[in-house]
């Protein structure tokens, strides 16, 4: 679990990061609404009470590793598999099985 203080409306902010006892994962807060805190766990967003929640004490970064954080994501396979379909596609017509006339419609 990592070090921090419980959360309270006086040190909850948006933006922030906290540790989701329950859950054993870290958020960042969203909204705030009296008692409680809206909160982001990548897409998933939830609303629980502050007593479930410690705010993550900030480390104090060295010097050049200041910035935001990038998160690079894969992909989605649907789209990989339509990207190596559009590169393997040929500019061929296929007529088999048409008359001529309906072979010279497809193609014009």
Aim: glycine share 10%.
């Amino acid at each position: 679990m990592p070090e921090g203080q419980g959360l309270t409306s006086g040190n909850a902010a948006l933006g922030k990061e906290v540790y989701i006892k329950k859950l054993g994962q870290s958020a960042i807060i969203k909204a705030i609404k009296e008692n409680e805190v809206e909160v982001a766990i990548g897409p998933m967003k939830m609303t629980l009470p502050m007593k479930d929640c410690i705010l993550v004490k900030e480390t104090s970064q060295g010097p050049g590793k200041a910035g935001p954080r990038v998160v690079r994501h894969k992909p989605k396979q649907s789209h990989t598999i339509f990207m190596q379909k559009a590169q393997a596609a040929t500019p061929e017509i296929d007529v088999r099985g048409n008359t001529v006339d309906e072979a010279y419609s497809l193609c014009g």
